[in-house]
């Protein structure tokens, strides 16, 4: 389901199934409370936050929301994320069920902190 290139993140959501546009403003907002000064565009096709560097990137799919927060994020939340399916960088929060809203959050400020403290290049 590759929506037409977005220049921007709201242009990227607009492009979107119209089912789908309040659950991507809702994980837009959800980013956005955490990283309020991240500057916000696209980069590789992708919803992309970033401070120092890339903080998360986001992108919808057919049958779901692929998350990526790195790999070291998502190593460290490897009990929560236990419901959802993930590989070494990414998490998969099917259509189908509710956003976990708080987890997202947790995994963007440990992202934020990561990158604030030490740096921490996107790709390594």
Known sequence: MA???AQN???YISNAPETLRERLFQLHDCIVAVAPAAEQGIKWRMPAYT?????????AFKNHIGFYPTPSVVA???NE???YKTAEGSVQFLHSEELPFELISEMTKRRLKECEEDDAKWKV
């Open 51 to 59: 401070t120092r560097r890339i903080l998360v990137t986001w992108a």
């Open 3 to 5: 929506p037409p290139k």
């Open 9 to 11: 993140i709201d242009e």
């Open 81 to 83: 994320l236990k419901p």
């Open 76 to 78: 460290a939340f490897t």
